[in-house]
Nanobody, 122 residues
Framework: QVQLVESGGGLVQPGGSLRLSCVAS????????MAWYRQAPGKERELVAK???????YYADSVKGRFTISRDNAKNTVYLQMNSVKPEDTAVYSC????????????????WGQGTQVTVSS
């Protein structure tokens, strides 16, 4: 099995910064793409940022220029640096990872973390 655990959420003032982390552990041969999603109360879950194992990153228009996604492959960890946060960034942030669990099986399995609450308020 594979587990993803997020950390770094909390209360932050508008204009402030926050760094989220998501660590993957368990039966991992390799990790393909990793991503951050968020879901605000009463709204659908939306893709915030995605980073492949190789290639260009993706950002939602609402966070471009403010958020940065990065990863440390040696630590099976993905980060989300959130700068110049706004009240509309308030949501539960969850990460996912597309994981190859063994060499003999090329299938990518998607795993999710439980989520971490980010609240932007003065």
């Amino acid at each position: 099995q594979v587990q993803l655990v997020e950390s770094g959420g909390g209360l932050v003032q508008p204009g402030g910064s926050l760094r989220l982390s998501c660590v993957a552990s368990g039966s991992i041969f390799s990790i393909n793409a990793m991503a951050w999603y968020r879901q605000a109360p009463g709204k659908e879950r939306e893709l915030v940022a995605k980073i492949p194992s190789f290639g260009s990153t993706y950002y939602a228009d609402s966070v471009k220029g403010r958020f940065t996604i990065s990863r440390d492959n040696a630590k099976n960890t993905v980060y989300l640096q959130m700068n110049s946060v706004k009240p509309e960034d308030t949501a539960v942030y969850s990460c996912n990872a597309d994981v190859r669990i063994r060499y003999s099986d090329p299938t990518l399995y998607r795993y999710w973390g439980q989520g971490t609450q980010v609240t932007v308020s003065s």
